[in-house]
């Protein structure tokens, strides 16, 4: 069965560089989230789309933006990057329903050096 | 603030033992509880889930028990196996349909030996 596909699954930036993570979504699936795990942290939710509209934010911060296209898709972009933004971030699709079960990729590793 | 409180940190048991993992929760709106369990580098992968009419749920050697009034609910894994061993996340949902919300609680980093 498809999978949740993140792209890339490694990225080395340097300081006040931008980065671009990109989630390709279950098929027929709506809904995608993004979260950001440190080392040894619980996945801390950024922001959720639904039907290519922003259906909720957490703590996300203001150099981050994300959209979803109209396939689905959705892009986290990073901007003026810092040591701290150095984490595991992790796309999850779902669909709409009673369940809406998130369904995760395997993560994208960045690294700010 | 952790909306969903986890315990223990970490555990250690021997193969063939059960693990017990605990999760507590205040939120009265929380409607639908998954556990994820995470090997190193990959992504959390959905487990086994309940929703809140049930008190208990099992498949597999993967038992989950629900306890409504106590806001309270538990994964055991029976019969504890070396490839078990990975960190699980408990998790509650609030919200409808696709606005729904998922809090994660903070993780037990399970070790099976041998």
């Known amino acids: 069965a498809a999978g949740v596909i993140q792209s890339p699954r490694h990225l080395i930036k340097e300081k006040r560089e931008t980065a671009t993570l990109k989630c390709y979504p279950i098929?027929?699936?709506?809904?995608v989230y993004w979260y950001q795990q440190g080392p040894g942290q619980d996945p801390q939710f950024l922001i959720s789309?639904?039907?290519?509209?922003?259906?909720d934010k957490g703590s996300i911060p203001d150099r981050f933006s994300a959209q979803q296209f109209s396939d689905y898709h959705s892009e986290l972009n990073m901007s003026s990057l810092e040591l701290g933004d150095s984490a595991l971030y992790f796309c999850a699709s779902a669909s709409q329903g009673a369940e809406n079960i998130q369904y995760f990729g395997a993560g994208t590793r960045l690294s700010v050096l | 603030q952790q909306q969903v409180k986890q315990s223990p940190q970490s555990l250690i048991v021997q193969k063939g033992g059960i693990s017990i993992i605990n999760c507590a929760y205040e939120n009265t709106a929380f409607d639908y509880f998954p556990w994820y369990q995470q090997f190193p580098g990959k992504g959390p992968a959905l487990l086994i889930a309940i929703r809140p009419d049930v008190s208990e749920k099992k498949e597999g050697r993967f038992t989950i028990s629900f306890n409504k009034s106590a806001k309270q609910f538990s994964l055991h894994i029976m019969d504890s196996q070396p490839g078990d061993s990975a960190t699980y996340f408990c998790?509650?949902?609030?919200?409808?349909?696709?606005?729904?919300?998922?809090?994660f609680g903070s993780g037990t980093k399970l070790n099976v030996k041998p």
């Open positions: 998790a509650a949902r609030t919200g409808a349909y696709n606005f729904n919300k998922f809090y």
């Open positions: 098929p027929r699936h709506d809904t």
């Open positions: 789309f639904y039907e290519k509209m922003q259906s």
